[in-house]
């Protein structure tokens, strides 16, 4: 299905885009700009589910190198990803789009529990759906929370919004004769360990046919060019 006719996408954001220009946190002006996006695309009629990473905040990774204990930091990266969850939430709603978190860890005072049904609900709505907290267990990214999510509200992409504009042969950074895809597939992703998505990511949208966008979404206006089917971007099917 060509990206013009999707009706509901989830929209994955890793979290180093809500920095904006800075090193570290969150860049409240430019997660406005990037609700803007999402505003856009809404208006258009789409049905949209968001998760966002948490690197700009925590990653549990980065603990564990530093001697902490893995499945704690990665509680500790799943909270970061709550509070991108929530200043996404701010941004949105100053724009008056309805939206509601939900999150695989529970935490009622801030938002829901993730429950499917009502998240369906939420969409038929018109409301954007933001899951936070991955899929709520340590060991794993927000990059697989996105798959997950993706698989079990049936839809029709998963978009990739990062700081590259795409897929590419070797680390374009340390190669300048570096190849972009317009398009591969998820079995030359996992053979060639391509920079796209954790394995268990990919695994997961592929055993479940759902196609994975990859764009650039520091560049304004690219999350409107890229569903319309235009832009650079790279497309694993
Ligand atoms: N995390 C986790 N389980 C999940 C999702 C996230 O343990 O299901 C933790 C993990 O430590 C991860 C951090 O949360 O490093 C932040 O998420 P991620 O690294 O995916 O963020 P991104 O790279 O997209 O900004």
């Given at each position: 299905m060509p990206l013009s006719s999707a009706k509901r996408v989830l929209l994955k954001l890793s979290g180093e885009v809500l920095m904006g220009e800075q090193d570290f946190g969150i860049d409240p002006a430019f997660v406005m700009e990037l609700a803007q996006e999402v505003k856009a695309a809404k208006d258009n009629g789409l049905e949209i589910c968001l998760v966002i990473g948490g690197g700009n905040i925590f990653r549990g990774m980065a603990g564990a190198a530093q001697g902490m204990d893995r499945a704690q930091a990665d509680y500790m990266g799943m909270l970061a990803t709550v509070m991108n969850a929530l200043a996404m939430q701010n941004a949105l709603e100053q724009l008056g789009v309805e939206t509601r978190v939900q999150s695989a860890v529970q935490m009622d005072q801030v938002c829901e529990p993730v429950i499917r049904r009502r998240a369906e609900r939420h969409l038929e709505k018109g409301r954007v759906v933001i899951f936070a907290a991955g899929v709520g267990a340590p060991y794993f990214t927000t990059d697989?929370?996105?798959?997950?999510?993706?698989?079990?509200?049936?839809?029709?992409?998963?978009?990739?919004?990062?700081?590259?504009?795409?897929?590419?042969?070797?680390?374009?950074?340390?190669?300048?004769?570096?190849?972009?895809?317009?398009?591969?597939?998820?079995?030359?992703?996992?053979?060639?360990?391509?920079?796209?998505?954790?394995?268990?990511?990919?695994?997961?949208?592929?055993?479940?046919?759902?196609?994975i966008v990859v764009f650039s979404i520091r560049e304004k206006g690219n999350l409107a060019r890229v569903l319309a089917g235009e832009g650079v971007q790279t497309i694993v099917k």
């Open positions: 697989s929370g996105a798959a997950l999510r993706a698989a079990e509200m049936r839809c029709d992409a998963l978009l990739k919004g990062t700081s590259v504009d795409g897929v590419y042969d070797s680390d374009p950074k340390t190669n300048p004769g570096a190849q972009r895809f317009d398009t591969v597939t998820y079995d030359r992703v996992l053979a060639d360990n391509l920079k796209v998505m954790d394995a268990s990511a990919v695994a997961l949208c592929r055993d479940n046919d759902i196609p």
